[in-house]
């Protein structure tokens, strides 16, 4: 499975009729990117619309990042990627995660232990049974993974990690974790404006929920941001280290910059553009630029 060095991370799908995310993904296949990923939350269920992106590609890789953990039991996860590996094969990337405490808690379950439940998830998804056509080679999985110790389970158990709302200096401390071999993919957002009341604004409304999330605002500690920066939507500091803004050459030189610090393949988020409607005009203003890295 080749994932390429840049690749598409999309929350806009997920809030598009099908029949829109079908023209998006022609579109982003035709502008060369190989790869594209997408979240689980409260839009479409992970591998239903796993199905849809594959079948509306002709050979891209699609990834989900992060199917829930807590949406499935584990023979429904990895059976679920069993028929999509059968189905199109070397094209899809299980990426999975143990979510955070809201999220768990709306589904009726308790959020304890996230690296022992994603432990015991993985062993009982080695040992799921299965009676449907075998594909040609077992499912790829790659872990959501922020903090240490997830980060070597990813590389223990998995093809790698997927750290998501991370700035350049953790892709470092993660490549550090995993490792020289396992795959490394941190998620980027990105904001095509250079002007930086307009561009910090909607970095700022995209941050904002994620910094009310305990493993978010505590991977940031970790990396010495303090609570002052972490508060009110993020200090000006802090939005321009996890989200790049500018011209073109500022979002690649960012990407560049992730890749430097031990990304094997980065998931730019452009975050222009209503939630959904997918941004491809400033995408296509990137295209050449990212593919080019």
Same mark, same amino acid.
């Given at each position: ?9 999309s ?43 594959l079948?509306? &590609?002709?050979e891209? /890789?699609? %990834?989900?990042g !992060?199917a829930?953990?807590? #949406?499935?039991?584990?023979? =429904?996860?990895? *059976?679920?990627?069993r028929?999509l590996?059968?189905a199109?094969?070397g094209?899809?990337?299980l ?7 809201p999220n768990?808690?709306?589904?009726g379950h ?20 299965y009676?449907?056509?075998q594909p040609?080679?077992p ?17 223990e ?5 997927h750290p998501?709302?991370?700035?350049p ?7 550090a ?6 795959l ?8 095509? &404006?250079s002007?930086? /009341?307009? %561009?910090?604004? !909607?970095?700022?409304?995209? #941050?904002r929920?994620y910094? =009310?999330?305990? *493993? ?6 970790r ?20 989200i790049a803004?500018g ?17 094997d ?7 222009n ?7 491809l005009a ?5 295209a ?5 890295l």
């Amino acid at each position: 499975m080749e994932l390429g060095r840049v690749g598409i991370w999309s929350g806009q799908l997920g809030r598009m009729p099908a029949t829109a995310v079908r023209e998006a993904i022609g579109a982003i296949e035709a502008l060369g990117f190989g790869t594209v990923w997408y979240p689980e939350s409260v839009t479409k269920e992970a591998m239903s619309q796993a199905a849809l992106l594959l079948a509306a &590609s002709r050979e891209m /890789v699609v %990834a989900s990042g !992060i199917a829930n953990i807590w #949406a499935r039991d584990p023979a =429904a996860m990895i *059976n679920g990627a069993r028929t999509l590996a059968d189905a199109f094969p070397g094209r899809f990337l299980l990426g999975i995660g143990v979510s955070h405490a809201p999220n768990v808690a709306r589904r009726g379950h308790d959020y304890r232990r996230p690296l022992a439940a994603m432990r015991a998830y993985l062993d009982d998804m080695d040992n799921a049974p299965y009676f449907g056509p075998q594909p040609s080679g077992p499912p790829e999985i790659v872990l959501a993974a922020l903090g240490p110790r997830m980060l070597r389970l990813a590389a223990e158990r998995t093809r790698g990690a997927h750290p998501y709302f991370v700035p350049p200096e953790h892709t470092s401390f993660a490549r550090a974790e995993l490792g020289p071999d396992p795959l490394l993919a941190p998620e980027q957002a990105v904001v095509l &404006s250079s002007d930086p /009341v307009t %561009a910090r604004g !909607i970095a700022r409304d995209h #941050a904002r929920g994620y910094l =009310a999330l305990d *493993n978010y605002r505590n991977n940031l500690g970790r990396l010495g941001w303090s609570d002052a920066d972490l508060s009110g939507g993020g200090s000006d500091a802090l939005i321009d280290a996890v989200i790049a803004w500018g011209d073109v050459a500022a979002i690649q030189a960012r990407v560049a910059a992730q890749l430097a610090a031990g990304a094997d393949h980065v998931c730019v988020q452009v975050l222009n553009g209503p939630p959904d409607q997918f941004p491809l005009a400033e995408l296509g203003r990137l295209a050449g630029a990212l593919l080019e890295l």
